[in-house]
């Protein structure tokens, strides 16, 4: 149950030699891992909470009175200026987002940034100042039972590879959680994997400036919704309001999420399912390519930082070559894996049919109405963030899809 794969690779395939070795080393630490990357929080993930927002300290200073309901709505678009401190600076590693703004837009509820932060600006109201505002990093205090000390001699490794062992290495687990090499001595080495944040708190300073309506979506009786229905995708009306919707599907969604979020003026993103006939499929249903969905990102921008050409151009060019392949992204193969833009109204269709066409009649990249998105499971959404790389707008650091 242990898989690696590392910054280092010289010694990869003797540990993997030796696997069924270290199988019983691990399995406890794998269990655990499993249990913590699986649990299952109200409204926003990955924050410790107790009841409601009692996990956020109580605010030492604030601009007004208690704030009373109603919240922000999950989905809603917030403009906030915020300042994020980390409370203990030779804890804290590098930031994985940005820790200060003076005017950010992003979706409510739907991830990046610290979770806690999310919840926070569920509870002001537009123009509200909070300030020394205590929360964590979304992954609560450092766990004891996510570390374990290896024998080189139980490992079946070679002298040699053993020497090869340093610290600082990455390991990855089959279930995707990564491991840090914490120490290694002449007889074991130790692993870590604990996420990257945990036990990191912020102080944070935060002001609403702005609310406006997340994407929306038709319903057959006239209406309009942030939830939908199983027949509607979300509309754009042709590119009328400041915030919109994009889909692309471009392999593997982990990978592809990150590089949207990266960019500056997209305010929201999720990983899900779209253009097959299952309702409400599982994550396994679709890995099975029977249902006929493709693994696939929703993206809400704004318009007058980012247009859309440039979407879809970043999509393309991050599928390389595999734009030229039927089913397939890199070496993942199946329907499950096409590569496709989904335009949400007609000014969308004639962007990315323009940009596709360039590349000729051999690119197989799909170009078809949006359909409706189901939204993944938990775990997936912003899955390489909160495995410790970077989503800070305009980051350039190297995306490894794995984790």
């Given amino acids: 149950m242990f898989l690696c794969r590392m910054r280092n690779p010289s010694i990869l395939k003797a540990l993997l030699a030796s696997i069924l070795l270290l199988v019983v080393v691990f399995m406890d630490l794998h269990n655990a891992v499993d249990a913590f990357g699986s649990q299952e929080l109200p409204n926003f993930a990955r924050i410790q909470r107790s009841n409601g927002a009692a996990a956020l300290q109580q605010v030492a200073s604030s601009s007004s009175v208690a704030v009373e309901p109603p919240l ?25 987002f940005d820790l200060q703004d003076e005017k950010r837009s992003l979706a409510l509820g739907w991830g ?12 002001m109201r537009k123009g509200e100042t909070v300030s020394n505002v205590q929360m964590d990093a979304g992954w609560g205090a450092r766990r004891d039972d996510l570390v374990a000390t290896v024998s080189k001699e139980a490992s079946g490794l070679s002298e040699q590879d053993t020497d090869d062992i340093t610290e600082g290495m990455e390991l990855v687990m089959s279930n995707g959680m990564t491991c840090i090499v914490t120490h290694v001595s002449d007889l074991n080495f130790t692993i870590d994997a604990n996420p990257p944040l945990a036990g990191a708190t912020y102080l944070a300073q935060v002001t609403l400036i702005d609310v ?15 939830k939908g229905t199983n027949n509607n995708p979300y509309v754009n009306h042709d590119g009328q309001q400041r915030f919109q919707v994009a889909t ?11 590089d949207f979020m990266r960019v500056p003026g997209v305010v929201g993103t999720k990983v899900g399912y779209t253009q097959g006939q299952l309702d409400e499929p599982t994550y396994e249903q679709v890995c099975q390519g029977t249902t006929g969905h493709t693994e696939a990102m929703l993206v809400v921008y704004d318009s007058e930082q980012v247009d859309y050409g440039a979407l879809v151009k970043l999509a393309i060019d991050r599928l390389g070559e595999s734009k030229f392949m039927l089913n397939q992204v890199g070496n993942d193969r199946g329907t499950q894996y096409r590569h496709g833009v989904y335009y949400h109204d007609d000014e969308q269709r004639q962007v ?3 940009i596709l066409q360039t590349y000729g009649p051999d690119c197989k990249t799909e170009c078809l109405p949006a359909a409706y998105f189901y939204n993944a499971e938990d775990h997936h959404q912003q899955y390489l963030l909160k495995g410790g790389q970077s989503a800070r707008k305009g980051a350039t650091d190297f995306i490894r899809c794995y984790g």
Avoid at 112 to 123: D, F, K, Q, T
Avoid at 248 to 258: H, P, Q, T
Wanted: aromatic share 10%.
């Fill in 72 to 96: 922000q709505k999950v989905g809603s678009i917030v403009t906030v200026d915020y300042t994020l401190t980390p409370e203990n600076m030779n804890f804290v590693p590098e930031p994985l």
């Fill in 112 to 123: 990046n940034y610290l979770p806690g932060m999310h919840e926070l600006i569920a509870s």
């Fill in 212 to 226: 406006a309506d997340g994407p929306q979506i038709n319903l057959e009786d006239g209406t309009t919704s942030n």
């Fill in 248 to 258: 692309f599907a471009l392999g593997c969604f982990w990978g592809g999420e990150l």
């Fill in 352 to 354: 990315a049919q323009r």
